[in-house]
Every structure is written in C-alpha cells, then in structure tokens.
C-alpha cells in the first residue's frame, strides 16, 4: 500500500524542490548512518524537469512526496496591482470581520495614513528635494535606493502573489485559472494511476488557498462518479452491508448527526467522532468504487482564517457564499436528508426491495476528509503569525485547530509564519520536541498509520514493506 502528500508551497520567488525538500527532510525520522532518509526519482505526473518526486524510506512506509509548484506562472506582477489590492481591502467595512482581520485593516490604515501625513505636511517633498541634491557617490542615495528595492520587491515578490490570486480582476483570471487548473489535473492524475490508498493535502499559507480551491474543483468534478457500477455491483454491495449494519449508515445518518451536533463550544469527544464518520464514509463510498483517496486536508499559517476579508465583498457576503454551497465548509452546509443525496435511478435488490446509493453533494468534499488546521498564535496582536490563525470559526466546526509553538526568536515574528516545519533541535519527525509545530505535524501527517486508516477499514491486505516491487526498492 502506498499513499502520497502534496505539499503546495505559499508566497514569495519559490524555487522548485527548495520547500520540499526542507519539508520531507524534517518530517521523516533521521536515516541511519550512512543511509538517506528518501530517495530522488522523477516526477512521473509533471512536465517541469525541476521537479522530482521523494519517496520515503524506513518506517514511515512507502510515502510518495510530490510538490505542486505554482510560482513560475505569477508573472508581470506590478507595484500598481498590488497596490490597488491593499488599497481596495483598506476600505472594507470592518463589521462582522474577525479580530485578526480588523487587526491587518487597522495596521494598513495607519500606514497610509502616514504616508498622508507626510505628504500633507511637505516632509516626503523636502526629502524627495533633498534626495535630488545628493551626488551619485553619496551614501544616502545608496540607502534610500536600498530602501525602495526592499519596499518594491517585498511587496512585488511576496504580496504580490497574494494580490494576483486572490484580487477576481479580469487581468487575474487567467492567472488564477492556470493555477486551478494545474492543482486539479494533478490530483486528477494522482488518483487515476490507481497507486495511492491515501492522498493527503498540506498547504501553506497561500498554498493553503490553493489547496482549498483545487480540492473543491476536483471533488466538483468527481463526486458524482461510480466507474463500474452495475445493478449486480449494488446487489453484491447491499448483501455484503446487510451482514452488518446496513449499506451506507454513516452517511445515511450517522455523519450528517454528528456534524450537525458540532458547536464552538463542543469537547474533543464529539470532534474525534465526526472525524473518526468522515473517513468511515469515504470507506462506504470506496466499496462502492468511488475514486476519492483524499483523506486529509492539513493547512499551515493558513489566510483562510480572513477568509470573510479576502474571498468576499463583505461578511455578509461571505456567510452567504457558504449557504450557497459555493464555499465548501466543515462539515458541510446540510441537504434535505443530511450530507449526501440518492443516485438515480435505484436498483432492484430483489424481494421487493429498492436500494439508493448515496453520494455527498457537490460542495461536501468535507464529508469525507478530515481538515486539520495548525497555526501560531499571535501575541498581543502583533507578535507571532499573523498571517494564520483558528479556521474552525470561520469555515466550520468541523476542522480540527492546533496552535502549535514556533522556538526561538522565530516566534515572537512575524518569522514565524514560515517555521512550521523547521527544526528548532537536531532530532527531526518522530523526535521532534513535544508540542513544537514540527512534532504536531509529524502527528497530523500520521505516515505510519496507512493501515490503520485504510487497510483495516475496507478489508485489504497491505503487501509487507519487503515485498515492494523492483521499482520501488531501488534508489
């Protein structure tokens, strides 16, 4: 048995390979001396000759580490786009926002406002004035030129990837369609080979907007498909169902129960059993012959926590969006009948009998994966990552927070942000300090748990590690 993770990297001039290596390398246990931890081979879903594909050694299992690379496609990003992004988002109402997103609005607000300031008073005038007096030898000009590069690159190089993807402007379309498009075909192609018993999704921070949106359109195209479906398959089906508890009783009632019991204020208790309904639906639909192997959705520094600022006019619009099934939430927006609905026509199971299969909607690719959600927490509204934060509250009760701890100065900064996978002591993966942001997610990724999760749900047999195949066993 095999399964793969996709990790979608976030903002900034990102070099192929560069975030996946780090990340593999830290989340697998150490190799022995004089071993590697994964082995290079190519990457047999992508046409970028930069890219490689990692695959785990030792006792994480045969885990295939594949990298959706996106930045190369942000092109001809300028000062003004960006520009008018923040300033579009500078405006907004901040009613109905949550604190963390009043909090960036303010921070910008004061921004331009001294900028106005100085302009109001003639003091960028006069430096500007002062600026032009200077020889070409003078270090001032060499700081201030410093100053600007920073200023220009900084919000070109990084900011801009955000304004560009999340900005619904006609110059940003295409962009935003490339990416989609990209990030679908290759779950597509991830689970087409047929390879993979789980496939799980980590994204950080703009990757984890990506990853949102590419999960949704694959599921869109996917959900409603029963590839080799027959009235005899249905039959096969219910009489095997019928030694237990019926056919589909999870999404027949028992998930749709435990999500909708979900509440802010809910134990952990009641979050374990709608996660623990969730993957036992995806196995209905497995024995169904289903092809969805998304088990998990793992977010990282993630804006989506913003998501009422960033992805809609307003809070309003937002909730709205959400009811609407136009963005998916966890656990999903409830149908009539819970979660999923009856496909058509129903097969005659005999003695009278009609059976239904079920499928969740097409805005529940929630039902049946898990959302787990690791942010740092911010300090005084300032200090800390003030990019992520709590999702829970803002897409559903349904998705598992952890507030995880940056080490060292890395924490108290904004530093932070890009640290969630970087190790803070030698040990690395399962050695990792006990709840360190690294530790957390060596626990969410759960490579070692593959039959747990899968296996001894469905009924398969998982071929021994030894027995890998020529291909796999060798570097």
């Known amino acids: 048995m095999k ?32 071993e590697e931890a994964f082995w290079s081979k190519p990457d047999p879903l992508s046409d970028l000759f930069e890219l490689r594909r990692l695959q785990s050694r ?33 405006w907004r109402s901040t009613r ?49 030129a410093g100053l600007w590069l920073v200023l220009q690159g900084g919000l070109i190089h990084y900011l801009g990837d955000a304004a560009r993807y999340l900005s619904p402007r006609p110059g940003n379309i295409r962009l935003r369609r490339a990416i989609r498009a990209d990030g679908t075909r290759l779950l597509q192609a991830l689970h087409e080979r047929g390879e993979y018993e789980r496939i799980i999704v980590v994204g950080h921070s703009l990757g984890s907007v990506i990853g949102y949106d590419i999960l949704n359109a694959w599921w869109q195209r996917c959900h409603e498909e029963l590839p080799g479906l027959t009235d005899e398959t249905v039959r096969a089906f219910v009489r095997d169902a019928l030694k237990g508890d ?23 208790t009641a979050l374990d059993a709608f996660r623990e309904a969730q993957l036992a639906a995806q196995m209905e639909l497995r024995k169904l012959g289903h092809p969805w192997r998304v088990t998990d959705f793992i977010t990282l520094g993630s804006p989506l926590t913003h998501g009422a600022l960033l992805l809609a006019r307003s809070s309003e619009e937002f909730s709205a969006r959400k009811r609407q099934r136009e963005l998916p939430t966890c656990p999903p927006q409830r149908d009539v009948k819970g979660y999923a609905y009856g496909v058509k026509p129903p097969v005659d199971i005999g003695a009278g009998m009609k059976f239904t299969p079920l499928l969740p909607h097409h805005a529940a690719p929630f039902a049946v994966t898990r959302w787990t959600n690791l942010y740092a927490p911010v300090r005084w509204g300032l200090f800390g990552d003030i990019v992520g934060g709590p999702l829970a509250g803002v897409f559903g009760c349904g998705i598992r927070d952890i507030a995880v701890r940056i080490g060292g100065w890395r924490g108290w900064t904004v530093a932070a ?10 040990e690395s993966g399962a050695a990792a300090s006990a709840g360190s942001a690294l530790k957390v997610l060596v626990d969410v990724l759960a490579l070692r748990k593959l039959r747990q999760l899968v296996a001894d749900r469905t009924g398969a047999t998982p071929k021994p590690a030894e027995q890998t195949s020529d291909v796999d066993a060798k570097p």
């Open 58 to 90: 030792g006792r994480s299992g045969s885990t295939h580490f594949y990298e959706y690379y996106w930045a190369y496609k942000v092109e001809g990003t300028s000062l003004q786009a960006v520009l008018a992004w923040l300033w579009s988002l500078i």
């Open 3 to 34: 399964q793969a993770v996709v990790l979608i990297h976030g903002i900034g001039e990102q070099k192929p390979m560069d975030t996946l290596r780090g990340f593999v390398d830290s989340v697998l246990d150490p190799p022995e001396p004089g």
């Open 96 to 144: 109905g926002l949550p604190h963390s997103a009043r909090t960036l609005i303010w921070m910008a607000r004061l921004s331009v406002g001294g900028l106005f300031a100085l302009l109001a008073t003639g003091v960028a005038p006069q430096w500007v004035s002062a600026l032009q007096a200077m020889s070409p030898g003078d270090w001032r000009w060499l700081t201030a």
């Open 417 to 426: 942000h890009t640290a969630y996978w970087r190790r803070t002591t030698p």
């Open 246 to 268: 019926g056919p589909q009783p999870v999404l027949r009632s028992d998930l749709s129960a435990l999500g909708e019991a979900l509440r802010p204020d809910s134990d952990a």
